[in-house]
């Protein structure tokens, strides 16, 4: 079990940017690529290898900086081309830990489609009327989320609020 004391890691990569079954088609696209340069069209494997990196090789993730009191989420397009987005922390007052239901739903042919649901835990940062909430982190399980979420918010210099929703409501309904 971690303690509050010991160091956390101060980088995570969040995953790929598109869901898995588009990154199985960009694999997809991919393999079809290969075989379109070993017949010999170069415009086809161009278009298709493009198209499969994208998909297949984008991922995400965030760093978080105490020095600077900042997190830079980072995105990788292609597996290789990087943009970075700055979030000062100075601008959030709490750190928080907030449920998170995530649905995909699969359509077929007919009129059936198959919705799949998972369930986790988001470190989230929320100003202080508790809205304009950012999304950092996303954890399967929510002790880990909030012993992470909690030394956080100790190296960040920033408190941690632990999120029930009746008493979000009526300290939302106080302002």
């Known amino acids: 079990m971690q303690t509050l004391d010991e160091d956390i890691n101060l980088k995570y990569s969040l995953g790929r940017l598109f869901p898995s079954n588009v990154v199985f ?3 997809l696209f991919l393999t079809v690529a290969l075989f379109a340069l070993m017949m010999g069209g170069i415009l086809p494997f161009l278009i298709m290898a493009l198209i499969g990196s994208f998909t297949a090789l984008s991922y995400q993730g965030i760093i978080f900086d105490p020095e600077k009191k900042q997190a830079i989420e980072f995105v990788y397009w292609l597996g290789f081309i990087k943009k970075t987005t ?3 922390i ?3 007052a709490y750190f928080s830990v907030i449920p998170k239901r995530i649905s995909n739903t699969v359509y077929s042919r007919s009129t059936n489609h198959t919705t799949y649901t998972e369930y986790k835990f988001a470190i989230c940062l ?3 009327n508790y809205s304009g909430k950012k999304e950092l982190i996303y954890f399967e399980s929510k002790s880990k989320a ?3 979420a909690k030394r956080l918010a100790e190296i960040m210099d920033i408190e ?3 999120y029930d929703p009746k008493e ?3 300290k939302m309904n106080k302002h």
């Open 126 to 128: 929320l100003k202080m």
């Open 160 to 162: 941690f609020f632990d």
């Open 146 to 148: 909030e012993t992470i």
């Open 86 to 88: 700055t979030i000062q």
């Open 90 to 92: 100075d601008k959030y």
């Open 25 to 27: 088609i960009g694999i």
């Open 168 to 170: 979000l409501r009526e």
